[in-house]
Structures are given as structure tokens and as C-alpha cells.
């Protein structure tokens, strides 16, 4: 009887000990492949946001701009300088506002001049059809230009001033996470200017 026992265990053991090995084996081939690809799709999406820019510095997280005496918001991840040939080109914010269905991961341009030259979603779970039209171009060419002073509000009807964003249909929610990311990201990037001067 225990002999029926302890040999499935082993040969169970054995298995488990192979295959374990196997995996950790292909972790080690295609981690290195996979943190490059990362890497290159990060550099074309922060590109992408702020054209014109050859390089970008290291991310200052928020816990590190908190620390440097900046308050930047509670959706606030992190903050790149973008430059081009050495001189500054603007900044990319990473914000993670929560919408109908989690967090919407973004990425926000800022030149200089302080003004909104790119928005890119990078991930979110909003629902299909209805807050899932955040991540359309149309819908996110509304916040490029100069940031307003008042910064950024959803309206339900078509935008009467500066500043005003139209809703997505029946998605407000996902509308509203998206302009208080974007705001954060122009208020941060104010402060930090004024900070640097």
C-alpha cells in the first residue's frame, strides 16, 4: 500500500520538478525579449504624445514630486521631461484615473508653452461601445491646444467656453475620469514649470 502511495509521488514530483525547470528556462529566453519590446512600444507612445521629441528623461514618480515640495494629484504616476537636440521640447504625464470600470491608464503631452499637444490611452476597461469611444482620436482631439486657466470640465451639451468638454453618450463617468486625469496632468505640469524657473 505505501508503495502505491510513494511512487505517484515521485514520479508527480518529478514531473512538476521538470516542468518547473522547462518554464523558468523560457522566462529566462523570452524576458529579455519582452522588456525590450516594452520598452520600444513606452518610447513610441510618450513620441506620440509629444512629436518632435528625440529623447526622454528618467520618470520622476509622484511620491518623488511630492518630495521635491510639488502636489501633484492623486491620479498623478509619473513625469518625463521630453527633450530634443538638449533643449526641452515639454513633459508626459502618466495618469490613472478611475472611470465606470477601472482605472484609465494615460499618457498626457505638454510643451513648454503649455499647451495639450497629445493624449493617448493606454489602457482601460470601460464598458464596450459606450466608454470604450474615450479612446477615439475624435473624442481626445478635444483637449488639444492651449490649456485653459480654469482647466478642463464635462458638459452634456455642446462646449459654450473654454475649457468645456463634451460628454461621450451615456458614458459621463469615463468623460469625467478622463478630463480630471487631463487637468492633473496641466496642473502638475504649471506648477512644475514655475517651480523650475
Known sequence: MLKEIVKPAIVLFLVCFVITGALAVVNGVTKPIIDERNKEALQESLSSVLPGTDEFGVAVSRDELVS???????????????????????YVVEVASRGYGGN??????????????????????????????????????????????????????????????????????TSRAIANGISEAAELVRDYIKGEE
Open 104 to 173: 484609465i491608464s494615460m499618457l498626457v503631452g505638454i510643451d513648454k508653452d503649455l499647451t495639450i499637444v497629445g493624449v493617448k490611452i493606454l489602457s482601460h476597461n470601460e464598458t464596450p461601445g459606450l466608454g470604450s469611444k474615450a479612446d477615439d482620436d475624435k473624442y481626445l482631439e478635444q483637449y488639444l491646444g492651449e490649456i485653459p486657466e480654469d482647466l478642463y470640465r464635462v458638459v452634456k451639451k455642446a462646449p459654450a467656453v473654454d475649457g468645456d468638454i463634451e460628454a461621450i453618450a451615456s458614458a459621463t463617468v
Open 68 to 90: 521635491a515640495g510639488y502636489h501633484p494629484g492623486e491620479r498623478i504616476r509619473n513625469l518625463r521631461k521630453g527633450i530634443n537636440k538638449g533643449k526641452l521640447v515639454g
